[in-house]
């Protein structure tokens, strides 16, 4: 989040700010920036990277995970990372160029 916000702040051309999360599921209940601990104790690892229109990147590892499972999964990653975006958002408007 700190490279989006720093990215938000500066001069440099892009269009919309992207955030990455970590989603980790142990006994059942997924898990916003687990450590390392939950992960190694996971049955899901999970890299989402996305922007306010789509995620645009996932990276996992898991051990039988049903696919609605993974859409839920999905889906739980993007809301972290929503809550992320809107953070830039705020430090975007502080700042001296408004792209978010």
């Known amino acids: 989040m700190r490279q989006a916000a720093a990215l938000a702040v500066s001069?440099?051309?892009f269009k919309y700010p992207v955030a990455g999360v970590r989603v980790s599921r142990l006994d059942g209940e997924f898990i916003l920036f687990p450590s390392i601990e939950q992960i190694k104790e996971s049955d899901?690892?999970?890299?989402?990277?996305?922007?306010?229109?789509?995620?645009?990147m996932v990276e996992a590892g898991a051990t039988e995970v049903s696919e609605e499972d993974m859409v839920e999964a999905?889906?739980?990653a993007s809301r972290g990372d929503q809550d992320d975006r809107c953070r830039v958002r705020?430090?975007?408007?502080r700042g001296r160029n408004a792209k978010a």
């Open 74 to 76: 999905l889906k739980f």
């Open 90 to 93: 705020e430090v975007c408007k």
């Open 44 to 56: 899901l690892d999970l890299v989402v990277a996305g922007h306010k229109n789509a995620i645009s």
């Open 11 to 13: 001069d440099i051309p």
